[in-house]
């Protein structure tokens, strides 16, 4: 079946630094893939999606482009901040039909230093 | 900007006893989920919703679990009898449908089972 591979964490980082959390997945298909984040105590909020291959999808200073000949879609930032700070999941949309469900990376926790 | 609704934000049960949990989705959407996510673990699907009728459910999601949109707002998860291994995060999503595919997920219910 599909799945996602994040790079293991904790991250720990200062202010300014250049981030990257990689994400793999494996899929039959095509799916749609996506980066949320869960601030502490809240739940999960969309970041960013791609929906096809060579597609970026970018909010608040992150990236990620969806690369089909790697199967990656790592999440970057240029200068992180602490607010930042935050656990990240990637995860896949297999788009199958009957297969209505978003699977899951094990998400990575970064931390940002001041 | 509307959003996924949960109650309640915490629930304290014994095990053995039932619990529900309530969500209410974004009004114009028509796929429902719900997620969960144990404690420094992945969150994983629990079952998917649509049309009055569970359309793809996981394995987790046993004869324990139930749920139901019981009127035009309210979309719940009924556990009906605790575990100690229950005790996690639930999360409801929900989508408009299936060519917008975002989820939008709702802040969550803290499930504590002694």
């Known amino acids: 079946g599909d799945s996602v591979t994040q790079m293991e964490g904790p991250v720990t980082l200062s202010e300014e630094a250049f981030l990257t959390i990689n994400c793999t997945y494996t899929a039959t298909g095509y799916p749609s893939l996506f980066w949320y984040v869960q601030y502490p105590g809240e739940g999960l909020q969309l970041l960013l999606k791609?929906?096809?291959?060579?597609d970026k999808g970018s909010n608040k200073g992150f990236e990620a482009t969806y690369r089909k000949e790697t199967t990656s879609f790592h999440l970057e930032k240029g200068s992180v901040q602490v607010s930042d700070s935050a656990v990240y999941f990637c995860?896949?949309?297999?788009?199958?039909?009957?297969?209505?469900?978003?699977?899951f990376g094990q998400g990575t926790r970064l931390t940002i230093n001041p | 900007e509307p959003e996924v609704t949960q109650t309640p934000s915490h629930q304290v049960t014994q095990m053995g006893q039932e619990v529900i949990l309530r969500c209410v989705p974004i009004?114009?959407?028509?796929?429902f989920y719900w997620y969960r996510q144990i404690l420094g673990q992945k969150v994983e699907f629990l079952v998917s919703?649509?049309?009055?009728?569970?359309?793809?459910k996981s394995e987790i999601f046993d004869d324990q679990f139930s749920v139901e949109r019981p009127d035009g707002s309210n979309f719940t998860l009924k556990i009906r009898s605790t575990k100690l291994e229950d005790s996690a995060m639930y999360f409801c999503a929900s989508i408009q449908d299936r060519v917008q595919e975002t989820q939008y997920f709702g802040p969550g219910t803290r499930l504590l089972v002694l």
């Open positions: 009004s114009n959407h028509l796929y």
């Open positions: 995860a896949s949309d297999p788009l199958i039909q009957g297969a209505q469900k978003l699977v």
């Open positions: 919703f649509y049309n009055n009728e569970i359309s793809e």
């Open positions: 791609a929906t096809k291959a060579d």
